[in-house]
């Protein structure tokens, strides 16, 4: 095992994978000599040259089209769309041609891309390079989403949206890029819509995605200790492809639900995930499901402010509390 | 019209040899037709939904197509009937398309806004104004990179010219030197507007071209062999390493916008001059001047028709697509699947 940063781990998963096939090709603004300005392409360049890594204008639209045009092609583009807020920049790329082109097409047209971009909180970039917007590409038929939450994950579900024969969209989050932790050496994929049980509790299930996935096994940790509530922890890892079948078992089991979403309240990632739950295992449930979401207001910049609103380890922690005790108290 | 620059010869049309120019005239009346009788199906209620008519601009999807090599991609706009007949799409699987059945291209999943034949090297028809040119651009980046001397074509409308794609798409293939031919077919109107009357330069796309630093090139679009000679050109170009080129088709629908267009906005002193201008009467008349038997041109003629009519007959017949089929090919492994 290999310490590895969340943004280095990013870097290794696409060369492993330039390594391995040679359709594979990297392109975005400032992602080849300058390495990504999150700097997770960093030696991509030096590696694989100008022809497979490649700098592109700021024409978001150009990025994702060429994207789309080089993978029904023959190639596997893996495109960089830089914060993923500019993702609105060329959303009928992402919503209207690489979703659907398979589909309208009667398969005759295959989409083997990956639209990587800097999602989430946590840099006090105000409310047009903060947001965490997986939901929006949850929303569209045909594409798949992804949101690792550790560097191990970062490298393993990266490689297997490379491979994938469909397109996806993956989300790295800005707040986690520079955490360390063990990256398997050598050869590592994750498949895509696996769940992962970081923590195994009795009383309630908490379900997370990218970087509240630390802050629900803090905030776990806190209720454990101080509270006395025994808390299963789970990373859902992939929006599409969903792993319900995990999420229904961890949640039939402990009976109290519990989701951490950092994207705003309204069809939030989590009101599928509840509705899905209700609809199946509604006999099993103890009480309402609780979503604890970032309200619903656009991403204020301050850091007093940005903190206040998007959910943390204390926010967690009370809204658990107040949603088991409201259960006794009904 | 004005045909400023890059005038394409009398005398270098002629070195287009008889069996081109044969093909051209060919393709051009297969388009006519089928295009007439996708008119009527409409009618007959039989084409649903909606439909872009390429009527009188048939000389720019042969002229093109004659060009292009069986490998090359085509890339269109939702007025794309013409560029993917041309390409070699057979008319039973284009109709078949239009009025939802089983033997459509896409099995009645795209509909006429989306026509593809990969078979055939249609890439798609692209229904969101401009979105297909950074498609196309990708496709010869691709081509490019894999180093198969294929080129890629978008063929776009006037209206397109203004919208951001088109000029992020110009820029990328400018900068990385892609094999890409860019397609104006100017027919003078945006959906139901003058396209003079919301753009800042007299020639939307040429004007734009020097922006980009390459060639302005504005040609009589209803001219197969000018057509023909100028993207033969192009291709050569883009084949050869010298990169993308753009070229503003001057031409005109005969039609409306769309079906539910009669196009009353246009002046009838206007219509009547584009007219005379048919591009498949005077292509007849052209090939008939340079010594071409009027028998020869009667058997092309009757013989689309006869293909025409059993491929209408044979797609009325065509049963509508399984229900299934609306649920499948989401994803590569054919299905729909977003959970287990």
């Known amino acids: 095992m290999a310490q590895l940063s969340y943004r280095d781990a990013v870097a290794a998963a696409i060369a492993q994978e330039m390594?391995?096939?040679?359709r594979v090709v990297l392109f975005g603004e400032d992602t080849a000599a300058a390495g990504g300005v999150f700097k997770t392409t960093v030696g991509l360049f030096e590696e694989f040259g100008p022809r497979r890594v490649k700098d592109t204008p700021i024409s978001e639209l150009a990025i994702l089209g060429a994207a789309m045009g080089a993978a029904m092609t023959g190639l596997r583009p893996v495109a960089e769309i830089m914060f993923s807020d500019f993702l609105a920049c060329c959303w009928d790329y992402v919503a209207n041609e690489i979703a659907k082109t398979r589909y309208m097409s009667?398969?005759?047209?295959?989409i083997p891309l990956v639209i990587r971009t800097a999602n989430g909180a946590g840099s006090r970039f105000g409310a047009q390079h903060s947001q965490s917007v997986e939901n929006w590409a949850m929303a569209i038929p045909g594409l798949k989403v992804v949101a690792p939450s550790t560097p191990a994950d970062a490298k393993g579900l990266l490689a297997a949206a490379i491979r994938d024969p469909?397109?996806?969209v993956f989300f790295e989050h800005k707040s986690l890029l520079a955490n360390k932790a063990e990256v398997p050496e050598g050869e590592h994929v994750e498949p895509l819509g696996k769940a992962k049980v970081l923590r195994e509790g009795k009383d309630i299930t908490v379900i997370a995605l990218a970087a509240m996935v630390p802050r629900a096994l803090k905030a776990a940790e806190t209720l454990a200790a101080e509270h006395g509530i025994s808390a299963t922890v789970m990373d859902l890892r992939s929006l599409v492809p969903l792993d319900a079948k995990t999420l229904l078992a961890e949640s039939a089991r402990t009976?109290?639900?519990?989701?951490?979403?950092?994207?705003?309240?309204?069809?939030?990632?989590g009101a599928e995930i509840a509705s899905v739950i209700q609809e199946e295992i509604f006999g099993a449930l103890k009480g309402p499901i609780v979503r604890i979401t970032t309200p619903h207001v656009p991403l204020p910049a301050a850091d007093q402010l940005e903190d206040a609103v998007v959910p943390s380890v204390a926010r967690i922690v009370a809204e658990v509390r107040r949603g088991l005790d409201s259960r006794r108290a009904a | 019209m004005s045909v400023t620059q890059k005038a394409h010869s009398a005398q270098r049309n002629q070195e287009i040899p008889e069996a081109t120019r044969l093909r051209l005239f060919k393709l051009q009346v297969e388009i006519r037709y089928c295009e007439k009788r996708a008119y009527d199906l409409f009618l007959q209620n039989l084409v649903k939904g909606t439909s872009h008519l390429a009527l009188g601009q048939e000389a720019v999807a042969a002229g093109f197509a004659a060009a292009m090599n069986p490998d090359d991609y085509t890339f269109c706009t939702y007025r794309g009937h013409h560029h993917t007949l041309a390409r070699g799409a057979p008319m039973l699987s284009v109709l078949g398309e239009l009025m939802g059945r089983q033997c459509g291209l896409m099995k009645g999943k795209g509909g006429s806004m989306h026509l593809t034949s990969v078979a055939h090297g249609v890439m798609g028809s692209y229904a969101i104004v401009g979105a297909h040119l950074p498609i196309a651009a990708g496709a010869a980046w691709s081509a490019q990179y894999r180093g198969t001397k294929q080129v890629a074509c978008a063929f776009f409308g006037d209206g397109a010219t203004n919208i951001g794609a088109?000029?992020?798409a110009l820029n990328l293939a400018a900068v990385w030197k892609l094999p890409v031919v860019f397609c104006c077919e100017n027919?003078?109107?945006?959906?139901?507007?003058?396209i003079s009357a919301v753009t800042a330069v007299k020639h939307p796309a040429a004007d734009r071209a020097a922006s980009y630093g390459l060639e302005r090139q504005v040609i009589d679009g209803n001219d197969a062999d000018v057509v023909y000679s100028a993207a033969r050109d192009a291709f050569a170009k883009a084949r050869s390493g010298g990169g993308p080129s753009l070229i503003e088709c001057l031409t005109y629908r005969h039609s409306g916008h769309s079906r539910a267009d009669p196009a009353k906005y246009r002046p009838k002193e206007e219509l009547e001059e584009w007219l005379k201008r048919d591009p498949v009467t005077l292509y007849r008349n052209r090939l008939l001047a340079s010594g071409v038997?009027?028998?020869t041109l009667a058997k092309i003629e009757s013989e689309a028709m006869t293909k025409l009519d059993q491929a209408t007959e044979a797609a009325k017949a065509s049963p509508t697509p399984s229900l299934e089929s609306a649920m499948s090919d989401v994803w590569a492994d054919g299905g729909n699947a977003w959970r287990n």
């Not at chain 2, 027919?187 to 003058?194: A, K, R």
């Open chain 2, 166 to 168: 088109f000029h992020e």
């Open chain 1, 166 to 168: 469909d397109p996806v």
């Open chain 1, 255 to 269: 009976g109290r639900v519990f989701t951490v979403e950092e994207n705003p309240r309204l069809c939030g990632w």
């Open chain 2, 187 to 194: 027919n003078m109107y945006m959906e139901y507007t003058p």
């Open chain 2, 293 to 295: 038997a009027e028998g």
């Open chain 1, 106 to 110: 009667d398969g005759q047209i295959s």
């Open chain 1, 19 to 22: 390594r391995r096939d040679e």
